[in-house]
């Protein structure tokens, strides 16, 4: 074989393992997240792939279904898709996340960070809640009071307001 293929290969072969290599130094959702200075508990477990412009700060983040749960006295359920614009210290036009008011379902549109508080947006209406309530992430169908706590709530989740 002449050595100019046997180089050629190398090369590819060597391009294709960094490449492999390179795939799994990608953040993921949750790390992209701390990244804007959000909590990891924004969004759910579960993530199963996300899409990310650095330069828009527009984003998708996918699961496999939607995914419902409940914190105290909040149900809140977010689409297989949600999407939005991130940037420091702000999510906003959010799509696909929706919080139960009553007896409606209705949009949380913005996420801002002002200090140690997170304020969600709903219409008109917004409500702050200490950011240490989202340290950790939520799991679909029961929030932070799962059969692997054993039963009891993990944290309480307070509103400051």
């Known amino acids: 074989m002449p050595s ?10 060597l391009v294709l393992f ?4 390179g795939s799994d130094d990608l953040p993921t959702a949750y790390e992209i997240l701390e990244e804007y200075d959000f909590p990891v508990g924004i969004l759910p477990t579960g993530v199963t792939s996300y899409e990310f412009d650095n330069s828009t700060g527009k984003f998708a ?11 105290e006295s909040y149900s809140l359920q977010y689409k297989s898709k949600l999407t939005g614009t991130l940037s420091e210290d702000k999510l906003s036009n959010l799509s696909g996340v929706q919080v139960k008011l009553l007896f409606f379902w209705v ?33 679909c169908g029961c ?19």
């Open 143 to 161: 929030g932070f009071d799962c059969v692997n706590s054993g039963g009891k709530s993990i944290r309480k989740f307070t509103s400051s307001s």
């Open 107 to 139: 949009n949380i549109g913005e996420v801002a960070r002002v200090d140690d508080e997170l304020d969600f947006t709903v219409g008109i209406i917004s409500a702050d809640f200490p950011i240490d309530n989202f340290y950790e992430s939520p799991q």
């Open 61 to 71: 983040v996918y699961f496999n279904k939607t995914c419902s749960f409940e914190i």
């Open 18 to 21: 960094s490449a492999a290599v």
């Open 4 to 13: 100019s293929l046997v180089h050629c290969l190398c090369i590819f072969f």
